[in-house]
């Protein structure tokens, strides 16, 4: 039996602790020892899903035409973030409700020679006028929309930035000669896809209220359909711009007097001086150990590294093949975990250069164990009985991931996005770019939950030139210092637990990066109160689980990974079979 703590008073603990500025110690005098990990031997016999396999290096991406463009970047002697630039531009035009000019996102970079990794920030920021209650009417309501579609719901977007500082610092090539895949794409065309196209169909009236939208993604009033060929020449020359004057022609040229026309036109508050002074930040990675691995992953303003590692905190004690790849008894120590690290996230996490998140705490083996002490198989604790709050209903799975790794075992995982499917619908002007609605990754009003259910604090209330928390979460799992899993994922809330099965998926399991995608997924973030799982668990488990007290939903698919595992310096890569668009490719 264990006892059953109430939530608010580990949190309170916490929370003490760290306002007196004084490190967490254990509830318990001892943190119990870690599980090793199964001797798995990977053999080939035992798989029903079979990985890419190559031995120079490999891309995998949510798209074959970024995907490729990729590959002959590394082909052409490039090196990883050669090709991560290359194909971040690739994906503004091939995944034009996900990839991005007009988003942000985060960048792992494992530089194989120093043996270090960087977490570059490239997210989007508040501009200078925002307020914290600006999603508030005059009776201190969300006013529904308002931040995610209008011109208030866009951050000033880092994605430039991010990729002009990525190639200058660890790249070999010349812009001009990564971006122009993208270029051509752009100003040649392809054809839509069917997944492109249901993904039009859905977001048909946040794009249809935009005449820019439009005259890009919709023919004769509706949107563009599978088969059809979508071109876009003014995205091909804002590339153009940015191939001669770099970042620059972004964040304070032709493209920044076109960015700030269309928010005049439409009481937006992004201006020519928050433009210019976008930053982008290298931080360093949050880091924690799994059953002798290392996991390094996205600090904040993300909170999946640290919510990845607290998970892992909590489950290193447990056999996991002794309680069974998804049997009752793991779904259920794996979500009483992810309620706890998801309560937390809702209380500590926000923009860390405007308050301080608990990293330390939040991912001490001691204070995982002080959690993980209020869990009982037998029994779920109700997600009211840690922390209150009333979610929306709200389902969207946007973003997208792409991993890379060289012939030097140099890797890159990069995660960006316009933050639901075609962010805000806008295209500014004449520029071709589609403009994020990030601001709804914000706490519009602490407690009200965010379009993915999410409820925030203080620490992500809106502030001017603060960047909203996310959960993205490129990872790295390194062994003996060096990379070992590139992973990460879309999903919105999905995508930490999404990145923490495909770890539990590769290292307690030992299964290769295609069986790992192919198994189905569960989650639960503490709220709504409800154990979400995708098809494929038998109605045995199930009905156990139901038993215990879990409200269950079935409902569709959670993440679209792209890993990327390096065995004896062998490559074995896979895209989740969730998107049918993602390739990988090696050579
Ligand atoms: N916009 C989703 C996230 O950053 O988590």
Redesign the pocket.
């Known amino acids: 039996m264990s006892i059953q703590f109430k939530r608010s008073t580990v949190v309170t603990f916490l929370g003490l602790a760290l306002l007196a500025g004084v490190s967490v110690a254990p509830l318990q005098a001892k943190t119990p020892a870690p599980v090793a990990p199964p001797q798995v031997q990977y053999d080939y016999d035992m798989d029903i899903f079979h990985p890419v396999i190559a031995h120079n290096g490999m891309v995998a991406t949510e798209q074959h035409l970024a995907s490729a463009i990729g590959l002959d970047i590394l082909k052409k002697g490039g090196n990883a973030v050669d090709a991560a630039v290359a194909i971040g531009f690739a994906l503004a035009v091939a995944l034009p409700n996900a990839g991005n000019l007009g988003g942000g996102g985060f960048m792992m970079v494992h530089d194989k020679d120093s043996g270090q990794t960087i977490a570059l920030d490239f997210?989007e920021m508040a501009p200078a006028k925002a307020s914290r209650d600006m999603y508030l009417d005059e009776k201190g309501d969300v006013v529904a929309g308002r931040s995610l579609y209008t011109h208030l719901a866009v951050g000033v977007p880092g994605t430039v930035a991010g990729m002009e500082h990525a190639l200058k610092k660890w790249g070999s090539m010349p812009l001009e000669q990564v971006i122009q895949p993208a270029i051509e794409l752009a100003e040649n065309g392809y054809i839509v896809s069917n997944s492109l196209a249901e993904n039009l169909a859905a977001t048909k009236e946040s794009l249809g209220k935009w005449d820019t939208t439009k005259a890009i993604f919709f023919r004769d009033g509706e949107p563009l359909k599978a088969g059809d060929l979508l071109v876009q020449k003014d995205l091909a020359e804002s590339m153009r711009l940015i191939a001669k004057e770099g970042a620059d022609a972004f964040y304070k040229g032709k493209i920044a007097d076109q960015i700030v026309a269309e928010m005049g036109k439409h009481d937006g508050l992004i201006t020519k001086e928050d433009l210019a002074n976008y930053k982008v930040v290298e931080r360093e990675p949050v880091k924690g150990t799994y059953r002798g691995y290392e996991v390094v992953s996205m600090p904040p303003p993300?909170s999946g590294g640290i919510h990845v590692i607290q998970m892992l905190n909590m489950l290193e004690p447990h056999d996991l093949n002794v309680l069974g790849l998804n049997s009752s008894k793991t779904v259920t120590l794996v979500a009483e975990i992810m309620k706890r690290a998801y309560a937390d996230r809702s209380e500590y996490l926000g923009d860390p250069d405007f308050s301080q998140v608990p990293q330390k705490g939040l991912t001490s083996k001691a204070y995982a164990n002080s959690l993980a002490n209020t869990i009982s198989f037998d029994k779920v604790t109700p997600s009211k009985e840690i922390l209150p709050g009333k979610p929306q209903p709200y389902e969207s799975d946007?973003?997208t991931h792409y991993s890379v790794v060289d012939k030097d075992g140099n890797a890159v995982a990069v995660t960006y996005?316009l933050?639901?499917n075609f962010g805000s619908g806008i295209v500014a002007g004449e520029s071709g770019i589609l403009l994020n609605n990030?601001m709804?990754?914000f706490s519009a009003k602490p407690g009200v939950p965010n379009a993915?259910g999410l409820i925030g604090g203080d620490a992500n209330a809106v502030e001017p030139a603060k960047r909203?928390?996310?959960?993205?979460t490129p990872t790295l799992v390194l062994k003996d210092g060096k990379p070992w899993l590139v992973t990460g994922s879309p999903g919105?809330?999905r995508?930490i637990t999404t990145v923490l099965q495909t770890i539990l998926n590769s290292i307690d399991f030992g299964m290769n990066p295609a069986e790992a995608a192919s198994t189905p997924r569960f989650h639960h973030q503490w709220l709504p109160d409800e154990l979400r799982v995708e098809k494929g668990f038998s109605p045995d488990t199930l009905a156990l689980l139901k038993e215990k007290g879990y409200d269950i939903a079935l409902k569709p698919a959670m993440g679209r990974t792209q890993t990327i595992q390096v065995r004896d310096n062998v490559l074995y890569g896979y895209s989740d079979p969730r998107n049918p668009d993602g390739v990988t490719i090696g050579y």
């Open positions: 997210r993300s946007q973003t996005t933050n639901l990030e709804d990754d993915f909203p928390l996310s959960s993205m919105g809330a995508i």
